[in-house]
Nanobody
Framework: QVQLVESGGGLVTPGESLRLSCAASGSIFSINGMGWYRQAPGKQRDLVATITDVITTYADSVKGRFTISRDHAKNTVYLQMNSLKPEDTAVYYC?????????????????WGQGTQVTVSS
């Protein structure tokens, strides 16, 4: 019903930059917040950054290096990642809190993308 598709991952050397994109599509009435999480091998999935109309939040480990932004018209969220480090290596997942409407009712559901691999290695 709602799909999130990430793009922009890849292999870079330390200090380089990448920009991730995530586009939401489907039966969307509105989107409250969007965000990015990441999961390294053998570790839990951790928050990277989130954005709503009033606030953005970042994990301490990425503050000053990563920037989250959003295009409401395109239902798209971006993550600009600068000064990448080997410890940033992970699968990055996009998430969105989506309001849908069907059969006379509104529903709010959190959706996830399938993830995009980011590898930082020399």
């Amino acid at each position: 019903q709602v799909q999130l598709v990430e793009s922009g991952g890849g292999l870079v050397t330390p200090g380089e930059s990448l920009r991730l994109s995530c586009a939401a599509s489907g039966s969307i009435f509105s989107i409250n917040g969007m965000g990015w999480y990441r999961q390294a091998p053998g570790k839990q999935r951790d928050l990277v950054a989130t954005i709503t109309d009033v606030i953005t939040t970042y994990a301490d480990s990425v503050k000053g290096r990563f920037t989250i932004s959003r295009d409401h018209a395109k239902n798209t969220v971006y993550l600009q990642m600068n000064s990448l480090k080997p410890e940033d290596t992970a699968v990055y997942y996009c998430t969105a809190s989506v309001k849908t409407y069907r059969a006379g009712n509104y529903f709010r559901t959190d959706y996830w993308g399938q993830g995009t691999q980011v590898t930082v290695s020399s």
